[in-house]
């Protein structure tokens, strides 16, 4: 599920939809004005997660970052994790004190069946 913000060029726009033709399984969500530190930001996550759930209950995890957001492990090791770690939910934030220095805090949650 990718999100371009209504802000983007046309250019730009039109790359990532070239490029995704070859991704069945990659949707674009229609496009909102994003405003940082809004609520316009957690709308467009919460529009993507339903529209995922209403496309296909075929996935297991939700994956959410931003254009500033890059992994720092492969796919595949990404999946090896995912695998072993079934059924638990991993939260990862980064909370940010401008006057001292940035400072990452985990969590994760095991899930009761």
Same mark, same amino acid.
């Not at 990718?2 to 995704?20: K, L, M, N």
């Not at 709308?43 to 500033?68: P, T, V």
């Given at each position: $599920?990718?999100?371009?913000?209504?802000?983007?060029?046309? *250019?730009? &726009? *039109? +790359? /990532?939809? *070239? =490029?995704?033709?070859?991704? %069945?399984?990659? =949707? /674009?969500?229609?496009? $909102?004005? /994003?405003?940082?530190? *809004?609520?316009?930001?957690?709308?467009?996550?919460?529009? +993507? $997660?339903?529209?995922?759930?209403?496309?296909?209950?075929?996935? #297991? =995890?939700? /994956?959410?970052?931003?254009?500033? #957001?890059? %992994?720092?492990?492969?796919? #595949?090791?990404?999946?090896?994790?995912? &695998?072993?770690?079934?059924?638990?939910?991993?939260?990862? !934030? &980064?909370?940010?004190?401008? !006057?001292?220095?940035?400072?990452? +805090?985990?969590?994760?949650? &095991?899930?009761?069946?």
């Amino acid at each position: $599920m990718i999100h371009i913000e209504r802000r983007a060029s046309s *250019d730009t &726009t *039109d +790359a /990532i939809q *070239d =490029y995704i033709v070859q991704y %069945p399984n990659v =949707y /674009i969500l229609e496009s $909102m004005n /994003i405003v940082s530190g *809004d609520f316009s930001i957690i709308q467009a996550e919460l529009n +993507a $997660m339903e529209f995922l759930l209403n496309a296909s209950k075929q996935w #297991d =995890y939700l /994956i959410n970052s931003s254009g500033e #957001d890059l %992994p720092l492990r492969s796919q #595949d090791i990404i999946r090896q994790f995912l &695998t072993v770690n079934a059924g638990e939910i991993i939260f990862s !934030t &980064t909370i940010r004190n401008f !006057t001292d220095r940035t400072r990452c +805090a985990g969590f994760r949650i &095991t899930l009761l069946n």
